[in-house]
C-alpha cells in the first residue's frame, strides 16, 4: 500500500509543477483569494457580498448588449492577465502557494473523474443517468 500511496504522491507532484508554474505570476492574488475564500478575515463575506453586489450593479446600471460586453470581459480579462503578474509581486508578499496549485490539480482530477464516470454510465447504463438527472430536476424544482 505504501508502494501505491508513493506512487499517487509522485503523480500528483508531477501533475502539480505545470500549473504552478504557469500561475506563478498570479500567486500572489491566489494567496488573498484563498484567505478570502476560507473566510479568515471577519470582514470577508461582507466584502464577498458587496463585490458581486457591485459587479451586478454595474451590468444593470451599464445594461451592456450581449456582444459588447462579452468583449469588455475579455479585455478587461487580457488587462488583468498582462498587469497582475507584473504588480501583485511589488504589492503583496507570498506564502502557501505550492498548497493552493496542489489543491487546483486535486479539485480538476475530481471533476474529470466525474465527468468520466458520467460518460461511461451515459455508455453502460442509459437508463439509471435520466433516473438520476430526473430526480435532480424534480429536487430542483420543489426547491
Known amino acids: 500500500v505504501a508502494e501505491g500511496d508513493n506512487r499517487s504522491t509522485n503523480l500528483l507532484a508531477a501533475e502539480t509543477a505545470s500549473p504552478e508554474e504557469q500561475l506563478q505570476g498570479w500567486g500572489e492574488v491566489m494567496l488573498i483569494t484563498d484567505k478570502v475564500a476560507r473566510w479568515e478575515r471577519a470582514w470577508s463575506p461582507p466584502a464577498t457580498m458587496g463585490v458581486v453586489s457591485l459587479v451586478f450593479l454595474i451590468i444593470y446600471y451599464l445594461d451592456p448588449p450581449v456582444l459588447s460586453g462579452v468583449s469588455c470581459f475579455v479585455m478587461f480579462l487580457c488587462l488583468a492577465d498582462y498587469l497582475v503578474p507584473i504588480l501583485a509581486p511589488r504589492i503583496l508578499g ?50
Not at 95 to 101: S, Y
Not at 109 to 124: Q, S, Y
Request: one cysteine or more; glycine letters at 2%; aromatic letters at 16%.
Open 94 to 143: 507570498s506564502n502557501k502557494f505550492h498548497e493552493i496549485c496542489s489543491n487546483l490539480v486535486k479539485t480538476w482530477c475530481r471533476a474529470v473523474g466525474w465527468w468520466k464516470h458520467l460518460f461511461t454510465l451515459k455508455e453502460e447504463k442509459p437508463k439509471i443517468l435520466l433516473f438520476l438527472f430526473c430526480m435532480t430536476r424534480c429536487d430542483y424544482c420543489a426547491l
